[in-house]
């Protein structure tokens, strides 16, 4: 790296930059296109639709994306970017973040470019189903299933606990 962009990496930081609703992806190649570091956390989660479960990929944070500014020299240029509708701080201007933060997320990034969810549900805890046939249906998480995709749940229906293998991706921690 030369001297000059040693100079201008030092006054660069990291800015959350808010985009127009549904405008992540298209704020992000914009973005990229004026040589703005950018990084758009991605991570990999499942729809019922139609009767089935549908792979999406989706932000990790909706509406938001991480953009690497030197202020002085990018804030025009990301105010009136394609997609961006701000960046985030206070009354005085824009707020930097820590650079501990984003590299929290990034080593988060697996093999697939996707940030890596932890399961947060544990055995014995409440789930609520969230979609499909039994949606609003209340159960208790009894485990994971072989298949990386699919847990075990007990319903009580009619005072029987039914065991029902069921998509994580359609459950949800009750909290």
């Known amino acids: ?46 729809e019922y639709r139609t009767g089935k479960m549908i792979q999406t990929i989706k932000p990790l944070f909706p509406n938001y994306l ?17 997609g961006v509708n701000r960046i985030l701080g206070n009354r005085e201007g824009p707020v930097p973040i820590s650079e501990k933060v984003v590299r929290t997320i990034q080593d988060r990034v697996g093999r697939d470019n996707l940030i890596e969810l932890e399961d947060q549900i544990k055995e014995g805890d409440l789930v609520q189903i969230k979609s499909g046939p039994l ?35 359609q459950i949800e921690k009750v909290v």
């Open 1 to 46: 790296m030369n001297e000059i962009n040693k100079m201008s990496d030092s006054k660069k930081f990291w800015y959350v930059v808010r985009t127009k609703a549904g405008d992540e992806h298209r704020a992000n190649r914009n973005l990229l296109n004026q040589e703005i570091e950018t990084f758009l956390p991605l991570f990999k989660g499942y």
């Open 66 to 82: 991480f953009a690497k500014l030197d202020l002085g020299f990018h804030y025009n240029k990301v105010k009136w970017t394609r």
């Open 135 to 169: 949606k609003d249906l209340i159960g208790v998480f009894q485990r994971k299933m072989s298949g990386k995709d699919r847990v075990k749940i007990l319903l009580n229906l009619i005072g029987v606990d039914i065991p029902v293998q069921i998509s994580k991706y």
